[in-house]
């Protein structure tokens, strides 16, 4: 049977989260507000006006219209800086094994992502033609935990979404899903990611058996 695979990007293919930091906590100290790795964490899957709006809460900071967008615009300036040095390298183990294996079966594939930079990352890490559809943050109006990004994907797939499995490192991610009507895989810790239909800490951990049984699998 023919399912729709929709993978999120950042956390679930490469891990740019360490790029968004420093980009973050480059801006945030310019404004005087600190920035840790566990604020970091809280902007997983959430879209960059909304990461800057919760920084600016942080630091009890209100700014102009102007400097937001200016903000938003160096913020992202530095992030591409870091992403323009990406390669192949930066996959995220058995990223590879687990697409060739869905292609192979002749599985639909998708990219389910917030990023507005998912493009350019697809590119740099060769991973583009995999992918036989891509919604990313250019394409939503609404942001996780809301399933907009998950349904176009469906959609776009031609594939009803309760035939759908999506991978996901954020909880807004999976909370999309799970309204979505769609499988739910958590990819990252189990504490975390509790409200997923199942979780594994990374790709490694994913038996080609357990890939089958969603093959045929079915949401109720
Ligand atoms: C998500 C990331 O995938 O995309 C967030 O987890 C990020 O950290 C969001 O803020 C938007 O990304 P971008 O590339 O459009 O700034
Ligand atoms: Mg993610």
């Not at 490469?14 to 980009?23: S, W």
């Not at 400097?67 to 192949?88: A, C, G, P, Q, V």
Request: charged share 25%; hydrophobic share 45%; aromatic share 8%.
């Amino acid at each position: 049977m023919k399912k729709g695979f929709i993978f999120d990007l950042d956390g679930v293919i490469v891990d740019t989260a360490k790029y968004h930091f420093l980009a973050w906590q480059n801006l945030a100290n310019s404004l005087g507000i600190s920035f840790s790795l566990a604020q970091n964490e809280q902007l997983k899957g959430v879209s960059r006006v909304r990461s800057l709006e919760k920084i600016l809460e942080w630091g009890d900071k209100t700014i102009s219209e102007e400097e937001f967008t200016r903000l938003m615009r160096e913020k992202n300036e530095e992030y591409l800086n870091y992403i323009s040095k990406m390669d192949i390298n930066e996959i995220l183990p058995d990223v590879p094994r687990i697409l060739d294996n869905l292609i192979s079966r002749g599985q639909a594939i998708a990219l389910g992502s917030a990023s507005k930079n998912a493009r350019v990352i697809l590119e740099k890490v060769q991973l583009i033609d995999k992918f036989h559809a891509i919604v990313d943050g250019t394409n939503v109006s609404k942001a996780k935990p809301d399933p907009e990004v998950f349904l176009i994907g469906a959609q776009q797939l031609d594939i009803s979404p309760e035939h759908c499995i999506v991978f996901e490192d954020s909880v807004a991610g999976i909370q999309a899903a799970n309204t979505a009507n769609m499988i739910s895989i958590g990819i990252g810790d189990a504490k975390v990611l509790h409200e997923a239909d199942y979780i594994f800490t990374n790709f490694t951990e994913i038996k080609e058996e357990f890939i089958n049984n969603l093959v045929l699998a079915r949401k109720v």
